[in-house]
């Protein structure tokens, strides 16, 4: 039998730590809570989780530390956010840091629950892509190692978040390939739900602006009006920059 998942969570609210734990035991993950952000940091750093639940106001550390120092860490562990400050700058700049996923409170614990588990499915979906193709890709420029999780454009390293590097090694390997949105959340993200395809525009938009010589003229990522997104295949003529003046998201 495999071993459990082992999830921290790092909370000050009591109430919220207690059901969420629950939940997550009856789906059989181990489970730690620490409410203060200076123990949740040096249980953090004994290793061995394969996920971290974070609230960003702590006493002690704060959750954008913590997640700073988790990104700082030799081991990958995927960061989920949740907290009140659900303004659009706190949940970028948690995004920014390194964070896979953010929840705004309050939530409902069944989604968070299910994001948990989509998260990790799809870390364990990239470690075996990883492994099976053992290697880098390489196409328009881009130079994307699964292994390393490391990029270049044009042999110039670029820094990505997990969700940027994960959302462009899965048009690497569909060059050419049209996704809607949904099809994006569901494959890179884990998991569909109405209403959050503009968390794909907004990471399109980041990773455009990374990527491209012009994010406004993009020639690498392109919009198929109607349909989605994909990443331009070199030498193919029917892919080009979109049209000067056309907004960059699909419908």
């Not at 953090?44 to 960003?56: K, N, P, R, Y």
């Not at 290697?135 to 940027?164: K, Y």
């Not at 406004?216 to 003529?237: D, F, H």
Request: net charge negative; glycine share 8%.
């Amino acid at each position: 039998m495999d071993p459990l998942k082992r999830i921290l969570i790092v909370e000050d609210d009591v109430d919220i730590a207690n059901v969420l734990s629950l939940h997550l035991r009856d789906e059989r993950y181990e489970v730690v809570h620490s409410a203060d952000g200076s123990e949740g940091l040096r249980l953090l750093e004994q290793g061995g989780w394969d996920a971290l639940i974070l609230d960003l106001m702590l006493p002690g550390v704060d959750g954008l530390e913590i997640c700073r120092r988790a990104r700082a860490m030799t081991r990958y562990t995927p960061i989920i956010i949740t907290s009140a400050r659900s303004s659009e700058v706190h949940r970028i700049l948690g995004l920014e840091l390194g964070a896979d996923d953010y929840l705004a409170k309050p939530f409902s614990v069944l989604e968070l629950v299910a994001r948990v588990k989509a998260l990790l499915r799809r870390v364990e979906a990239m470690a075996k892509n990883s492994r099976i193709d053992a290697g880098s890709l390489q196409l328009a420029g881009l130079t994307i190692d699964p292994l390393t999780r490391e990029a270049t454009v044009d042999s110039q390293p670029i820094e990505l978040t997990p969700r940027e590097f994960d959302l462009l090694y899965y048009f690497a390997q569909h060059p050419g390939k049209v996704f809607s949105r949904m099809d994006l959340l569901n494959a890179v993200w884990g998991y569909q739900h109405e209403g959050y395809e503009h968390t794909v525009n907004t990471h399109i938009n980041r990773l455009r602006a990374k990527i491209e010589t012009d994010p406004a003229q993009p020639e690498r990522i392109l919009t198929v009006w109607g349909r989605g997104y994909k990443l331009a295949m070199p030498g193919n003529p029917g892919d080009g920059p979109t049209p000067a003046g056309a907004p960059q998201d699909a419908p």
